[in-house]
């Protein structure tokens, strides 16, 4: 029987893109596998992944086949190969709070009607609904939890909004016995595993970090759209406590975007400050510069989620998912370090971990 893992997205913007760039590059270039940490996983390889419905709100992706959506001028991940259309076509969705402040003077929302999206999902044979909405649309994003719930199917947020790591939530889960992972998607080699990575190693090594930050500018949607005070807010929050939790708090810390550049496009340039002391107080230093693609970075770790998703529904198991959140979001319900978070998730794919 073939192997096919079907999958239903909320929210067509840059994320969406690149896994969907990255699902069709795969399938023609498998040699592309090796950088993924997990090429293979319980036999289910890159091109078991299938996109199966979509639904978002901008008047230039609804009722659009989804492989032209992805390249909606908005979208400013490049494309990196060109597409055949798909069978899928962008549904509208309920907007809600999915489209406020600078989002709104940028985005015209479709006059197309509302899809019962509960029956959308139903109708696609969906397995799981990646939430990749704007942050701050708290709303939205709790309106999709309901229709997976509605739909029995997983939940994979890439949002900041707490839904695996709220209480309320995660019993709703637990109860339908459905997977549920989150909150807000850590990309697979970004600005956050950088900076953690290197504070972990210097901390091993004895030395006391006093002062750090990570302030990063890019051209993305979401970049625009975390520029406003309230989301940005939101967004560094999570992003400060995903480095407090590995440190226990004990250091200064800032990290957070600071400023949209629309001509960097999706690029993402971050710059990292430690300061710390070692040996009889001698102060160092680090300062370095990281720039990467925002889409198919958090994409890339999304290859590795929906696979694991994909083994919790094959084993019967739901509700959080402790060790894929732990493994692929920046605020999971349990926070553990890099090292052991690699550790679960695998434990998890080969069976001796349940959740
Ligand atoms: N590497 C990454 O890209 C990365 C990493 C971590 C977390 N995230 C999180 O993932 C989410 C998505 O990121 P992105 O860069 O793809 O964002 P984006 O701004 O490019 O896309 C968001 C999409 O959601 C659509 N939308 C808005 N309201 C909607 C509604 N009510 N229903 C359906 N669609 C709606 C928008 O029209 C847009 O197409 C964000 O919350 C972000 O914080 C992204």
């Given at each position: 029987m ?6 239903a ?10 896994l969907i ?23 289910y ?15 230039t992706k609804?009722?659009?086949d ?8 908005i ?6 190969l ?73 939940f ?25 992972v989150?909150d ?23 030395i ?13 949607l979401?970049?625009?759209n975390?520029l ?9 929050t ?19 975007t600071?400023?949209y ?8 340039i ?8 070692t ?5 160092i ?16 770790t ?11 529904i ?5 509700g ?9 979001f ?14 679960w ?9 349940i959740?």
């Open positions: 073939e192997k096919r893992i079907n999958v997205i909320a929210g067509v913007g840059n994320i969406a893109s690149g760039q990255g699902v069709e590059y795969l399938r023609t270039n498998e040699d592309s596998c090796k950088y993924l940490l997990h090429p293979s996983m319980a036999n390889g890159v091109n078991t992944i299938h996109i199966v419905a979509a639904f978002d709100v901008d008047k609804v009722g659009k989804l492989y032209e959506a992805i390249f909606a001028p979208n400013s991940t490049p494309k990196f060109e597409l055949s259309p798909s069978d899928v076509i962008v549904e509208k969705g309920p907007v809600l709070d999915g489209i406020t402040g600078t989002l709104a003077d940028v985005i015209e929302v479709s006059d197309a009607p509302d899809v019962d999206v509960a029956q959308s999902l139903k109708d696609s044979g969906a397995e799981m609904l990646i939430c990749a909405l704007p942050t701050g649309a708290e709303k939205a994003v709790e309106f999709y939890a309901q229709a997976a719930l509605e739909a029995e199917i997983a994979i947020n890439c949002t900041p909004t707490f839904i695996a790591s709220d209480p309320l939530w995660a019993r709703k889960f637990r109860q339908a016995n459905i997977p549920l989150g807000d998607l850590q990309s697979l080699y970004g600005g956050t595993v950088l900076h953690k990575g290197i504070l972990e190693i210097l901390s091993e090594q004895g006391r970090i006093k002062d750090t930050y990570q302030l990063d500018v890019s051209g993305g979401e970049t625009l975390t406003d005070d309230d989301r940005k807010a939101y967004k560094r999570v992003k400060e406590n995903t480095i407090k939790n590995a440190f226990q708090g004990q250091i200064n810390i800032a990290s957070g600071s400023d550049l629309e001509f960097l496009g999706n690029r993402r971050g710059h990292f400050w430690i300061y710390g002391e040996f009889i107080g001698t102060p230093k680090i300062d370095i510069r990281l720039e990467t693609q925002d889409g198919p970075n958090g994409a890339a999304l290859f590795d989620v929906i696979r694991g998703i994909k083994i919790a094959n084993r019967a198991v739901g959080p998912l402790s060790s894929i959140c732990a493994y692929g920046k605020a999971p319900p349990v926070y553990t370090d890099r090292h052991n978070a690699h550790t998730f695998n434990e998890f794919v080969n069976g001796s971990r959740i």
